[in-house]
């Protein structure tokens, strides 16, 4: 297992220190507790009017788990495959539960994004494969991956800025390309042509998880290139990110990055750290609405890749006020989700899948 975990250590594009240790103890009134266990998982999901908790595996399987028992929901295998940073990446249902739609990079290293129908026996209808989306890769890492629902009922899809480091192709503030992007499609269309692709916000590295939260407020983990590790909010208030750029690659967190990219006004990230201790990889968040964790209410947690630590942050504004290590040594973090009904997952790349709860 160690060895595949460091062929797949670029899987969030960044240098890799994995930790193997074990989980660690309960830290600040929490606790991970271990709800399965699944094949090089990287997102979860919950549909409406169903039990089951949908989880995405980067082979191109989803399964459904439900009562300690899993059944295969979907299987894209034969479109893509685990290698790197391409495979499955990211799934979402449809706020009707009518539909999924997966987030996967195809044979040729493309992203392809497609809705499924679903059918009263909890699986996806292979007849109903509409491919809403493809967006031609230049390279294999930088793919984003994430889906979310959020202003105007529509499908926001995260975009990479195409990968190899440094933006080589000066992507992500290009209006044109919709590389280094927040997407948005019309979920419903009838195909790609007919999608009404709109670029939402721009100046992204690689947005490997985002998510609006009840309110509408945008929350981008944003992978980090040599140094800065970043958290970005685009509030409500602002639009909800809107026509709003992040900066890079004329940034990198704070920092300047490619000089030749303007220094036009851009969204200052709200918390940023670096690489070292803290871990070289944001591997995503959310923001908690979760009953069982009273404490974290409103809090932004998120995890990293390289360190294994999981970390919750206070924002207020454009400023963080707090900052609190939850969980140390958990292992290849490659995602912290909630949950229509607001539970809090952590899934790691050797196969765990935990839900975060409060002692």
């Known amino acids: 297992m160690l060895r595949k975990l460091l062929i797949l250590c670029t899987l969030l594009s960044a240098t890799c220190a994995l930790s193997t240790l074990p989980v660690s103890a309960s830290n600040n009134n929490t606790k991970l507790v271990l709800i399965t266990s699944a094949t090089l998982p990287v997102d979860v999901a919950t549909r409406a009017n169903d039990s089951g908790l949908y989880i995405a595996e980067q082979n191109g399987i989803v399964q459904r788990f439900v009562d300690g028992n899993k059944t295969v929901a979907l299987d894209v295998s034969k479109y893509t495959s685990a290698s790197g940073e391409r495979g499955l990446l990211g799934i979402v249902f449809h706020p009707n539960g009518k539909y999924l739609y997966v987030n996967y990079t195809n044979m040729r290293g493309n992203t392809e994004v497609v809705r499924y129908a679903m059918s009263t026996t909890n ?16 390279y294999a890492n930088h793919n ?62 690689n947005p490997w998880r985002f998510e609006f939260d009840s309110a509408n407020n945008l929350w981008i983990a944003d992978v980090g290139q040599d140094t800065w590790e970043e958290v970005n909010v685009a509030w409500a208030a602002q639009g909800s990110g809107k026509n709003i750029s992040f900066g890079w690659s004329a940034w990198e967190g704070n920092s300047r990055y490619n000089t030749d990219q303007p220094t036009e006004p851009h969204q200052k990230p709200v918390f940023t750290y670096k690489h070292g201790d803290a871990g070289c990889s944001i591997s995503g968040g959310t923001h908690v609405r979760d009953p069982q964790l009273p404490v974290w209410k409103d809090w932004f947690i998120f995890g990293d890749y390289c360190s294994g630590r999981i970390t919750a942050i206070w924002v207020t504004g454009q400023t963080t006020k707090k900052q609190v290590i939850l969980q140390q040594n958990v292992g290849p973090i490659t995602a912290v989700r909630s949950t229509a009904q607001g539970k809090v997952f952590v899934l790691t790349l050797d196969g765990k899948v935990l839900q975060l709860l409060q002692n």
């Open 123 to 138: 699986k996806a209808v292979d007849s109903t494969r509409t491919v809403l989306l493809t967006v031609k890769q230049p």
């Open 144 to 205: 984003g991956g994430g889906l979310a629902f959020g202003p105007g009922g529509r499908l926001y899809i995260g975009t990479g800025d195409g990968g190899a480091g440094g933006d080589p192709q000066r992507v992500a503030l290009r209006i044109t390309s919709p590389l280094g992007k927040i997407l948005s499609i019309s979920p419903t269309a009838r195909n790609e042509k007919t999608n009404e692709l709109a670029v939402w916000s721009r100046g992204l590295r």
